[in-house]
């Protein structure tokens, strides 16, 4: 995601900042095997923390306000490409794209047989602005590594904004899968699931795998499979 944090006062203009993505980078890890990274500028620490939901096709992106007076406004850019697994990143983009809004959920099609993107923003104040536009010449770094096909267009619907302030959550959710399996679980509800289901996982290893770097190949092992 392109995320923006600005912070400030009640319009969020006076003294505002601007984060962008790795500029302030401070830390990244593995919480049971979920990575986390930590930003921290002007002495506000944020940090996101992404979930892949147990077989299904979501993700949960979770970000959490850690210190700061607050509140802060993160502003969620999603780009997208509507692709065959296998395709190149240079494909032409699709269109156009069909955006539907109800209630809090966002749909994106591009109309073809590929299934749809859904999503949902949970926190305070939340709310999706339409400004559709193109990224070009985005490079892929894995792919150029690899001697591949590595740049290509995005498309970015527009953007989603959500008032955060410390201790408080707020997750982005997209989404294949069914708006009823989307909506199974709340976020915190997917996220002490998915800890329950790790915590299954070492206990049931070896004991010599059950911590220490032997433990993290366990974790590492199920995200491979």
Known sequence: D??????????WADSSLELHGTGHLKEFRLDMGLPVWRYEV???VLEKTILLIHRQNTVHVHYR???GDGPIRLWLQPSLHFRPHDAPVS?????PHVLTAIDGRYEI???????PLRMMLYGQRAAFTLEGKKTPQVLYRVEARRGYESTGELWIPGYFRIDLTKGEDATLVASTESWEAVQALSPAEAREAERLRLN???????TEAQDGLAGELVLAADQFI
Do not use: H, I
Not at 2 to 11: C, D
Not at 109 to 115: F, G, Q, R, T
């Open 65 to 67: 306000l850690v210190e």
């Open 2 to 11: 392109g995320s923006l944090v600005r912070f400030g006062g009640a319009e």
């Open 91 to 95: 494909t032409r983009l699709p269109g």
């Open 42 to 44: 002007g002495g506000v």
């Open 200 to 206: 299954r996982l070492v206990t049931q290893a070896p």
């Open 109 to 115: 099609s591009d109309k073809s047989d590929l299934p």
